[in-house]
């Protein structure tokens, strides 16, 4: 079945030190992968995903993530941390041709200033 | 684009009622889903709509909830006979094809079964 998992539940960073939020995938075939960021009490947005193409894949919101296909991995970046960057953030891959989601348990960051 | 909206944001009701959100999608989006988000998880799909065709359903989604799309613009999700493991955010999506995979979130329904 194609999953994706989020190893770690919370990460601490603090403000101006690189962020990196971890995730890695199980799929049969091209995995598709996203990134969302949620707020609380929010909806999830969108920040990135991979399809094809360039392994470093750049999104809002300084945003970007490298897709490894030897570690089947998918690790969200961003260089410079801000506190405003504190949330709950959740990779997901997708399943099936009607490109429904499937994802992660989360990740809770926590930017300290 | 003003986004996906769901209404309503919140909802309290006792168990056994039913109840019915409403989720109007991105115009033109042609896509259409729903998911459930319990506290500490990730959402979980559960179910698809293209235009108006309901092409895909969870095994999560039992008999007691419904969606509908009937003009292939807002789709609405009923529960009926709620319990209380019915509470949880219930989150619409749409997406627009051919072309991009990624789907807009709109701020999802809380419910909350007493």
């Known amino acids: 079945a194609q999953s994706v998992a989020q190893p770690e539940d919370q990460v601490n960073v603090a403000e101006g030190n690189p962020l990196t939020v971890k995730c890695t995938y199980s799929v049969s075939g091209n995995p598709y992968l996203f990134w969302y960021v949620q707020y609380p009490n929010r909806g999830l947005q969108f920040l990135l995903k991979?399809?094809?193409?360039?392994?470093l894949v750049k999104g809002s919101y300084g945003f970007e993530a490298e897709f490894n296909k030897s570690q089947t991995s998918f690790h969200l970046k961003k260089p410079s941390a801000l506190v405003s960057d504190s949330a709950l953030y959740f990779c997901?891959?997708?399943?099936?041709?009607?490109?429904?989601?499937?994802f992660g348990k989360g990740n809770q960051v926590v930017v300290i200033p | 684009d003003t986004g996906v909206s769901q209404d309503p944001r919140h909802k309290i009701t006792k168990r056994g009622q039913n109840v019915t959100f409403r989720c109007d999608p991105i115009?033109?989006?042609?896509?259409l889903y729903w998911y459930r988000q319990t506290l500490g998880q990730g959402p979980e799909f559960l179910t698809y709509f293209q235009n108006e065709a309901q092409l895909e359903k969870s095994r999560l989604l039992s008999d007691r909830f419904s969606a509908e799309r009937p003009k292939g613009s807002f789709s609405t999700l009923e529960i009926q006979r709620t319990e209380q493991g019915d509470s949880a955010m219930y989150l619409c999506a749409s997406s627009l094809t051919p072309g991009s995979y990624e789907q807009y979130f709109g701020p999802g329904t809380r419910l909350t079964v007493t």
């Open positions: 115009s033109e989006h042609n896509r």
């Open positions: 991979y399809i094809t193409g360039d392994n």
């Open positions: 997901a891959v997708r399943v099936g041709g009607n490109n429904r989601l499937a």
